[in-house]
């Protein structure tokens, strides 16, 4: 804003970008309220709406080391680049160890497919090992799906991925992804600025909305029946290590659904 601004603006709704802190006190010098949606940024805010990005990371480290990976590596925007990217980071760092397997990171600098797949040939020269992915987006996960491929490594077979974004280009590739609903932010963001346009006083609060995770071909093939024994052909075929044992069969519904927590 060049000027400040006229006319009917009750207040400033600021969705998935994060602005500067002067523009930020303006906006708060001019008595505007100022809402954010799907940012991490709070500073000069009234209110904001986000999704629980560390819980979403958090559900990718945790599945991928129920399944038996042993070796997860996070591909993607440093945490040092802000509190999303932190929690993202934190989040599969935190459900992978949980789950007994080690953790990883191979820094993504930038938010696109080419730099996925530079991080991702980075990653298997220095640890070839690895058997899981997960990556700051669905941007940097198509590179790195891409890298794998010339990298001759089957995907889920030898590596099971997963992005976050869950991007219809994602979902065409069979990727796993975390799914944020952005409708749902946009509309929560919008109502708690028209509270504040309405006179409502005060913080308008916190607002953290859940996520969910995706499970696709990227991370669960069908098992051929084939090559189970029958009865476990009939039932599924996934078991899963948990601190308490294995347990399964599990088809592919029953362990997306078991993945989930209640």
């Known amino acids: 804003l060049d000027a400040e601004p006229v006319g009917a603006v009750g ?8 602005i500067g802190d002067r523009l930020a006190a303006d906006i708060e010098k001019w008595k505007l309220p100022l809402v954010f949606g799907g940012s991490q940024q709070t ?15 958090r559900r990718a480290g945790a599945a991928l080391a129920a399944i038996g990976r042993r070796r997860v590596a996070y591909v993607g925007v440093p945490p040092a680049n802000g509190p999303l990217w932190a929690a993202r980071h ?18 993504a600098d930038r938010y696109e497919g080419d730099e996925g797949a530079a991080a ?45 974004d869950d991007t219809e280009t ?26 504040a346009a309405a006179g409502e006083k005060g913080d308008l609060g916190r607002l953290v909305l859940p ?6 071909t990227s991370v669960l093939p069908e098992p051929p029946a084939a090559d189970l024994p029958p009865a476990e052909a009939r039932e599924g075929g996934w078991r899963v290590r948990t601190p308490e044992g294995d347990r399964g069969p599990f088809t592919r519904r029953s362990l997306v659904g078991w993945l989930r927590p209640d």
């Open 90 to 107: 934190g989040g599969v760092s935190a459900g992978a160890r949980a789950g007994g397997a080690a953790f990883d990171h191979e820094p």
């Open 120 to 164: 991702a040939r980075r990653l298997f020269e220095r640890a070839p090992g690895t058997d899981a992915i997960v990556c700051s987006s669905d941007l940097v996960a198509l590179g790195v799906l891409r890298a794998l491929r010339e990298l001759r490594l089957d995907v889920p077979r030898d590596v099971a991925l997963i992005g976050f």
């Open 170 to 195: 994602g979902q065409a590739a069979g990727l796993s992804s975390v799914h944020q609903d952005f409708r749902r932010l946009g509309g929560a963001a919008a109502r708690m600025g028209l509270r």
């Open 11 to 18: 207040a400033v709704l600021v969705l998935f970008v994060e």
């Open 43 to 57: 500073a000069h805010a009234r209110g904001s709406v986000v999704h629980d990005h560390a819980d979403g990371a």
């Open 211 to 216: 996520v969910d995770l995706r499970l696709r």
